[in-house]
């Protein structure tokens, strides 16, 4: 019985695909260095977060007299020495802890009077995965925003510790709320807040009046965003390695500081820097670009070893801008985004937002901007999600047949010819300069170019690298049920685990499985049901075969399920498509008879392959000079 052999091409192809996923695994990895020092951060955050809230409202404590009897002259007293002219806010009504709450129908802003700053942000419409409404600021616990600025008389000052006076009116259907930190009635620093309907961006806008003899034009005024990203997914792990900083400089370039901890020192002419959280992003926008910026991001939940339960935020995040004054005063129009990381949504502001969204680089991104999103998108407008995912999966694969067509076509010119360059091997056996020569004037004569099988593979890896991009970004499945998987966008469960297995998880998956026994099934057809005798210098391919779907197991257990049902449903399309290649299509004996005659037919050779001869017989005459 005739022995069937594995097809080495259609194995690199595959192996191309598989080593861009363990590449892209690779790059997300924390380093032993950071793993063993998530613990302690986790513990350092906590600690400096009490730490920095003690130093920072010293003097504000000192001054709570004034607070509660602004008639104290004492307490005015105290609060001059230490607050200089800003003493005035002080004084004022408003010098209390008591915010202010615009909303529209999908956001919900509570305004703190100390500070100014945004220190609730609800988005209405979302729940969390355990059906907790969305804050991407809660109760002012996990982000600051300040001003730090020096005063003529040596001061200096934060805005975070300082008290703003409140007004809200309407600009026709816009709530507009403005936060004064006054010297006086017609001097001040003002933060204005303009909220449209049904609208995430918010008109931000900074701006003083009358503070040119207040401000030390001589030092510099530095703006601080800090926050961290509150946990909103089932997995913190893969939430995590979805959120990061991102920004954009030099009018429409933008980076990302990426998955491990990072200091980025200073960046030119920054127009917006966004801190995402896969499906949730907050963007703080300017019209006038920031001439220099530092960010940092701290890794809180990357660690395989800690306990996703106790996982309450997944990044720390922070940017530091200087302002510059004009005229000494400042002035800057700003907007602030808390959203969804949706691409449409994104999209719609023209500000090249839609970065934000990790839809790949090059042509994998133009891929899934131009093509996957919308036709997902109109094929969800009336499909149960589930059911687009899998109608998606069929017509890639019906486009992309042909090229299966291609490299099985390959496969059985290459098994028509083995019998000849088995022999071609045995009778050189001993000179591998000859074997080559021999076996590349088979091809030559047989017209079967050997590299046919493994290109139709590279030809799919832009599609198949857009995908891996475009189903764990779609917003569109975050919640969205399939059959035993309850969150498209998270993995799917059918078995809790009582133990954690390192790089698998806690659970188990179903859809990763089934789609290994796909890739198992493709790998067994592909090549052959047992195994030829390895050759020397050659990749063992048993190995490889249960290798790669066990590596896909492990991978996918904690990926989006869509994503593995996408590759599951993939797989069996494809182990189809080649079953009726193989037994409808393609005739073995036809494949056979036409290669008898193109051997037959006279080959003309071109100057390439008639240089490439002439130094093939060179490189073996030295040989046998050598030898003698």
């Not at 500070?115 to 419409?125: P, R």
């Not at 022999?423 to 004569?445: C, F, P």
């Not at 017209?447 to 991009?469: K, R, T």
Request: hydrophobic fraction near 40%; proline fraction near 4%.
């Amino acid at each position: 019985m005739e022995e069937k052999k594995f097809d080495l091409n259609s194995i690199i192809g595959f192996a191309l695909i598989f080593g861009i996923i363990v590449w892209m695994f690779y790059l997300n990895q924390p380093t032993p260095e950071e793993i063993e020092a998530e613990k302690a951060k986790k513990e350092q955050v906590e600690s400096e977060g009490k730490t920095e809230k003690e130093n920072t409202t010293d003097f504000v404590k000192e001054n709570e007299a004034i607070v509660a009897n602004p008639q104290d002259s004492v307490a005015l007293s105290n609060a001059k020495s230490q607050l200089g002219a800003f003493a005035y806010s002080a004084s004022l009504p408003s010098a209390t802890d008591k915010f202010t709450k615009i909303e529209n129908d999908v956001l919900s802003l509570k305004i703190n009077n100390r500070g100014g700053y945004i220190t609730e942000a609800l988005l209405k419409n979302f729940k969390t995965y355990d059906s907790v409404p969305v804050y991407l600021i809660k109760e002012g616990k996990n982000a600051s925003f300040n001003i730090n600025f020096g005063t003529t008389d040596n001061r200096i000052l934060n805005t975070k510790d300082l008290f703003f006076e409140p007004s809200v009116s309407k600009n026709g259907d816009n709530t507009v709320l403005s936060m004064k930190l006054k010297v006086s009635d017609s001097k001040f620093l003002e933060y204005r807040y303009e909220l449209k309907p049904n609208e995430y961006m918010v008109d931000f806008t900074i701006r003083s009046q009358g503070l040119q003899q207040v401000f030390n034009s001589s030092q510099t005024v530095n703006l601080d965003w800090k926050l961290q990203g509150i946990r909103h997914a089932k997995s913190a792990s893969y939430e995590n390695r979805y959120t990061e900083v991102l920004y954009e400089y030099d009018g429409d370039k933008d980076d990302y500081l990426g998955q491990s901890e990072f200091t980025d020192d200073e960046e030119q002419n920054v127009s917006w820097i966004a801190f995402k959280q896969h499906f949730f992003t907050s963007v703080l926008l300017t019209d006038v670009p920031f001439k220099k910026a530092a960010f940092t991001s701290k890794n809180i939940a990357s660690s395989t070893d800690l306990d996703d339960k106790d996982i309450k935020v997944t990044k720390e995040f922070s940017a530091s801008m200087p302002l510059e004054l004009q005229g000494g005063e400042l002035n800057y129009a700003m907007d602030w985004y808390y959203g969804p990381t949706d691409y449409k949504i994104l999209n719609t502001y023209k500000r090249n937002l839609d970065e934000i969204v990790p839809l790949g680089w090059g042509i994998f991104g133009i891929i899934n901007r131009y093509l996957f999103i919308p036709f997902f998108g109109f094929l969800s407008g009336f499909l149960p999600y589930g059911i687009a995912i899998i109608v998606m999966t069929i017509i890639v694969r019906i486009i992309l047949s042909p090229v299966t067509y291609k490299s099985y076509l390959s496969q059985a010119k290459m098994k028509v010819l083995r019998p000849e360059i088995t022999e071609i091997n045995e009778k050189h056996k001993d000179n591998a300069m000859k074997r080559q020569q021999e076996t590349m004037a088979l091809y030559g004569k047989a017209g079967v170019n050997p590299m046919s099988g493994c290109l139709p593979a590279v030809m799919q890896i832009p599609v198949f690298y857009a995908l891996f991009n475009f189903f764990p970004s779609a917003f569109q499945l975050r919640q969205k049920s399939f059959l035993w998987a309850d969150d498209l966008s998270s993995y799917d469960t059918i078995a809790e685990l009582p133990f954690t297995i390192p790089f698998y998880g806690d659970h188990i998956s179903l859809f990763p499985i089934l789609a290994s026994i796909a890739i198992f099934i493709y790998m067994m057809m592909t090549t052959g049901q047992t195994m030829q005798t390895q050759q020397p210098g050659m990749p063992n391919m048993k190995f490889i075969m249960y290798l790669s779907p066990l590596m896909m197991l492990f991978f996918f257990n904690n990926y989006a399920s869509g994503l593995s049902l996408y590759y599951f449903i993939s797989n069996l399309i494809t182990i189809g498509i080649m079953l009726v290649i193989k037994n409808v299509i393609i005739d073995e004996d036809k494949i056979h008879s036409k290669i008898q005659e193109n051997k037959k037919k006279p080959k003309k050779q071109g100057k390439f392959q008639k240089k490439m001869k002439e130094l093939m017989e060179q490189a073996e005459q030295q040989q046998k000079t050598k030898k003698k």
